[in-house]
């Protein structure tokens, strides 16, 4: 991000605008994701919770638990920012809970694991960032493996391993 959030925002309620026209699930669910993330990196959390609640209340009232998986999940990835790791293990459980597919589980489990590893279970949070991380590198996904891969590299420098934390940071920073 370059930090010009005022006209991240604009552009949010463009495309909230397209989609009031015609509604797409996934598209709905990006821009909101978009929304908090602009939020969360300007330091407005209450800003970014709410724009992620609201993607999980769309999704629950069209009966979509991609939807409210994936928004719970990003409301877990808020949490994790914020450093409020009981609220990150919460949303992240629910929003594995109710993931219908695997891609929705890999944000799940993507944040779960980082939350594991703050919450002092190093043990059970990184080998799953380990395993995740390069499946979702294999599907091509650039955005949600920056996000994850990002969150593997936060877990060696939890775990103390700086070498393996520094190798995931130069591949995410040669793939942007």
Known sequence: MLGD????????????????????????????????????????WDDAHREIERAAATGAERSDNGMVSFGTAFGAWVSLEKRDWANALEQANAAKEIAPTVYFRGFAFGFLASALCHAGAVDQGLPLLEQIVPMIRTSRHELAWILVAWRLADAYMVAGDLARAKEVLLEIHESA
């Open 5 to 44: 959030y005022e006209r991240a925002l604009t552009y949010y309620g463009k495309a909230l605008g397209q989609l009031a026209v015609s509604f797409q699930p996934m598209w709905f669910m990006y821009v909101q994701a978009g929304a908090a993330i602009t939020h969360l990196m300007a330091g407005s």
